[in-house]
């Protein structure tokens, strides 16, 4: 994996506490606030936690809320609370969500996530790989059909195209055992981004699942801009009455 450039790093979150876990020769910074539930908001491509800073003040009083930097990554995992956290994972954090559920599916309480898989997936492949060779060949500022966002840290971009999109592009996860491990699983889609390979997929996926899929507005980030429109809590409200039969 590559190494960033050194240099100070900002804090990834305004809010609540920070702290700083070492791994494998890495200082993780990860941050956490409030005192309930804990829910886990895992990053997507641009690596940083910040971007959860809304989402964690408007369920603040309700919640433990907890982001972090992945590894490599703008600042950058935190110490597991007595009782199973819920995860939310934006975009390719999606999928980080899911694998833990089927590594650990004793520790996952619920999982929401914005991403899924498509019937047209090998299209999409050859559109990936054909992104990845503009990358390697042109550079990075030829690539084109990401979601612009709240920009990152710089390395975070390179660092996301050097080592993680071409294991993305090709990972899977095992969404049968996730049925069967009866894992407590919503997906979310957002009316602006229309027709786009990630917003179609949440569609296929819920009926792999058999999982509540919710419309909500915004595009592919929009939690970071009208938090409360995003209706997060209401999914989890979903979840737990599904669970309770309800």
């Known amino acids: 994996m590559e190494t960033p450039p050194p240099g100070p790093r900002a804090m990834m979150v305004d809010i609540g506490e920070q702290q700083i876990v070492h791994n494998e020769g890495c200082d993780l910074h990860y941050g956490y606030q409030d005192k309930g539930p804990l829910i886990t908001f895992i990053p997507g491509g641009n690596g940083h936690g910040r ?122 996860p095992n969404f049968c055992r996730l049925k069967e491990n009866k894992t407590s699983s919503g997906l979310m889609r957002r009316i602006r981004c229309r027709d786009p390979f990630f917003a179609r997929a949440t569609v296929e996926q819920a009926k792999i699942l058999d999982c509540p899929l919710h419309v909500v507005p915004g595009h592919h980030q929009w939690f970071e801009i009208e938090t409360k429109e995003f209706h997060f809590p209401d999914m989890l409200e979903t979840l737990i009455r599904k669970r309770n039969g309800s």
């Open 51 to 172: 971007q959860f800073n809304k989402m964690m003040a408007a369920l603040s009083g309700r919640f433990t809320c907890v982001t972090f930097d992945r590894r490599q990554m703008s600042a950058s995992r935190v110490p597991w609370a007595s009782t199973s956290p819920s995860f939310f994972g934006s975009s390719g954090g999606g999928f980080f969500a899911f694998q833990f559920a089927l590594d650990f599916p004793d520790m996952a309480d619920h999982l929401i996530a914005t991403v899924g898989l498509l019937p047209d997936a090998s299209a999409l492949l050859d559109w990936f790989n054909h992104l990845l060779e503009v990358y390697e060949t042109r550079g990075l500022e030829e690539t084109s059909g990401i979601p612009k966002t709240e920009p990152p840290e710089p390395e975070n971009v390179r660092i996301f195209w050097a080592n993680e999109i071409p294991v993305l592009v090709a990972y899977i």
